[in-house]
């Protein structure tokens, strides 16, 4: 069995965990970081979404140049930024300093998600291609996991430096991994060496795909940044706060990939609409109910069946030789809206007088996923998966 394939998703798998860990990380030492720095809730929100903030406005030229320079330059080079601007942090003195090499490695991690899918795509096809895909898609809340469990304790023993660092090292070791196993796959035509944009159906449903995507990761977000802030206030300890964020991640890591199976036998309209229904209850309970063990479970489990399906949706809502392109226009969408989102929940919960309001506002924006996912089936999404595939 040709073992390329599994070791180069392998490394990507690596790159989606690093960039859980690392844009997790400000929310992993929130209490602390508040404190020391004096944060209100929208400071902290915005600092949250510094990751995300030069998303909107390098995705789509990201893309281009892909189609450009190929795969293997584009993509490393932004798993060497993610690893750089993790270092500016773990040296940074200040909030501004942080939310600057938290601009640079977002950069580094658009250039990773904006061609990690069309990789995979390129790699695997049938039903190998939804698990290779619903596991980049849980890739990422382990990161997120692991983030939770590590970066406090590192933030502990030797200072918020460590924290940062701890990315940096993970991103170094994911980039040799990478750039040594990496080829283009056999069988695939390279696109013409150029900047030409994908069709206008193909841009409009990539568009539509990458609002899908914000709402949920806006929501699942929304849940794990402020879960820990909102317990505190309502004077819950350590460990269960802990195991209401292990539910919410590692449920994701189980729940990915059996909502991909899922969807080959259910359809995956219906686990679609079943995972956003529970995400965005669960989301807007923990704002208003004190059952935080039931939320948890409910985002992490059946609230992330259907996180694949929505990268799936994305990645073949445009031709093979547009997929860089198109991906650029989905992150765009998604990059913008990531780094709005935990702003507007930070302004939520001054408005309210609590992470509550957070929960709530995180909610509502995940609600958006379901208008936008029949806009695309609207617009001929369903034929155009189905021409892709």
Not at 91 to 108: E, F, H, K, T, Y
Not at 243 to 248: M, Q, S
């Amino acid at each position: 069995m040709n073992r390329r394939p599994w070791v180069i998703l392998t490394a990507l798998l690596l790159a989606r965990v690093g960039f859980g860990y690392e844009y997790q990380t400000v929310a992993s030492l929130g209490p602390g970081l508040i404190a020391r720095l004096h944060l209100s809730f929208a400071s902290f929100g915005s600092l949250i979404g510094a990751y995300m903030l030069s998303g909107a406005f390098v995705a789509l030229p990201l893309g281009l140049l892909g189609r450009r320079f190929g795969d293997r330059l584009v993509l490393g080079g932004g798993i060497a930024l993610m690893a750089a601007g993790q270092v500016i942090c773990a040296l940074a003195p200040d909030a501004g300093g942080i939310a600057a090499g938290r601009i640079v490695s977002g950069v580094g991690a658009v250039a990773m998600m904006v061609l990690q899918s069309k990789v995979i795509a390129d790699w695997f096809a049938g039903p190998r291609f939804m698990l290779a895909i619903s596991l980049s898609s849980a890739a990422y809340p382990v990161g997120v996991g692991l983030s939770q469990i590590v970066q406090p304790l590192l933030a502990r023993d030797f200072g918020w430096g460590a924290a940062f660092a701890s990315g940096a090292a993970e991103a170094a070791v994911t980039l040799l991994l990478f750039l040594a196993s990496y080829r283009p796959a056999p069988g695939t035509t390279r696109a013409p060496r150029g900047f030409a944009l994908p069709s206008r159906q193909e841009a409009g449903l990539s568009a539509v795909a990458g609002l899908i995507w914000t709402a949920y990761t806006a929501c699942y977000a929304g849940f794990l940044s402020y879960a820990p802030t909102l317990m505190t206030a309502r004077g819950q300890g350590l460990a269960l706060i802990g195991l209401v964020v292990a539910l919410a991640t590692w449920g994701n890591v189980l729940a990915t990939p059996l909502g991909g199976a899922l969807a080959g036998r259910w359809g995956a309209g219906r686990v679609f609409a079943a995972g956003t229904v529970a995400m965005v209850l669960g989301t807007a309970a923990m704002g208003g109910s004190n059952l935080p063990l039931l939320w948890g479970a409910l985002v992490g489990l059946p609230g992330s069946l259907h996180a694949g399906i929505i990268i799936a949706l994305g990645t073949l809502s445009a031709r093979t030789e547009n997929r860089p392109a198109a991906m650029g226009i989905f992150f765009t969408i998604y990059y913008a809206g990531g780094a709005l989102a935990p702003a507007l929940c930070g302004i939520a919960a001054d408005a309210y007088g609590g992470a509550g309001g957070a929960m709530f506002a995180a909610a509502a924006i995940g609600a958006i996923a379901i208008p936008a996912y029949l806009l695309h089936r609207a617009m001929g999404g369903r034929e155009a998966l189905l021409a892709n595939a």
